[in-house]
C-alpha cells in the first residue's frame, strides 16, 4: 500500500507522482506547492506513439517506386520544366524586347502580306483573290494550296480593307498575345486554325446548296483569318463573360462586360448580312459575313472543352 510521502498518511487508491520532483503525494499534497517541491528532476514532455503509428507516417511519406506511377512523375516534372522555360522565354521577351520573336507576330505578318496579295487586280482579269482565297475554285479546279493561303487571308477591296484590318488587330493584339503568353504558342495556332476551320465549314454550308442550285457556279473568293482572329479575341471574353474588361481604342481606355463586347462582335456581322440581304434580295451575300461567326463558335468549344469545370 503507497504511502505519501510528505505527510506519511496511507494512500488507498492510485497515489499521484510529481512530474518535477518524481516522488508520490496524496490528493491534498499533489500540488508542487503544497509539498514544498524541490524541482529537482526537469521534466521534459513525452508524446507517446505506437508503432502502428509510425509505420502510417512512414508509408504516407514513402516515395512510390513504381514502373508506372514513376514514369507519371517523370513526364509531369518534365512539362512542368518546359512550362516554367517557356513562360521565362516569353516574359523575357515580353518585357525586355529580346529572347526570341513571338509566333503572334508571325501570324499577323502572315495575315497582313497574303491579304496584301489577294487585294491586288489587274485590269479586271486577274484577281488574285481567287488564287488564295477559299471558294469554287477550290473544290472543282483543284486549287488545293488555297486550303493553306484561306486561313492567313482577309479579302477586301482597296485599301480600306487592310487598314481596317490593321485596326482590328491593332485593338485587340494584348488579347492574342496574352493568350499566348499563357497557354503558349501551339495552343495559339491550335485555337486560330480550329477557327478558321469552322469558319470554313460554315462557308462551305451557305455557298454550296446555292452553287449546286446555280446553273453556271458561284465564284465567292473569301479569307478566312477574320474568323480566325475573331475566335482568338472571344477565347478570353469567355473568362470574363459577366466582368467588366478594359481594353485599348487609339490609347484611350475602354471598359466593357464580356457579354456586351461578345455581342458587339456577333452584330458586326451579322447586321451587315442582313442589310445587304434585305438590299440584293440574294442569299449569297450571306456567305460573305456569317461564315466569320464560325470563329466565335469554334473558340466557345475549345473554351468548354479545355475550361468545363470553369465557373
Known sequence: MPYCEFCGKEIGYLPFRC???????????????????TFERKHTPSV????????????????????EESKKAKKFLRKQEKQRKRARKMFESSSMGFGGTSITLYLIIAIFI???????????????????????????????????TAPFF??????????????????????IKIIELR??????????????????????????????????????PIGLAFGGLLGVISFIIYFSFDREMTFLLMFIPIRMKGKIILLLLILFRLVPGLISYLIVL?????AWYLPDLGGLVASYILFRHKFRYFA
Open 114 to 148: 497574303i491579304s496584301i496579295v489577294g487585294s491586288i487586280q489587274l485590269e479586271d482579269i486577274v484577281v488574285f483573290a481567287d488564287y488564295v482565297g477559299l471558294s469554287r475554285l477550290s473544290f472543282f479546279n483543284l486549287y488545293i494550296w488555297t486550303f493553306f
Open 183 to 220: 497557354f503558349g504558342s501551339k495552343f495559339l495556332i491550335t485555337l486560330y486554325l480550329f477557327s478558321t476551320f469552322i469558319t470554313g465549314l460554315i462557308y462551305v454550308a451557305i455557298w454550296l446548296p446555292l452553287d449546286l442550285a446555280s446553273s453556271g457556279g458561284i465564284i465567292l
Open 154 to 175: 482577309n479579302y477586301s477591296e482597296g485599301l480600306f480593307g487592310i487598314f481596317f484590318l490593321f485596326i482590328i488587330i491593332l485593338l485587340f493584339y494584348n488579347i
Open 282 to 286: 440574294d442569299p449569297i451575300v450571306l
Open 48 to 67: 507517446p506513439t505506437s508503432r502502428r503509428g509510425e509505420k502510417r507516417e512512414r508509408e504516407r511519406y514513402r516515395f512510390v517506386s513504381s514502373g
Open 19 to 37: 512530474k518535477y520532483c518524481g516522488n508520490q503525494y496524496c490528493k491534498d499534497h499533489r500540488l508542487p506547492e503544497n509539498h514544498e517541491c
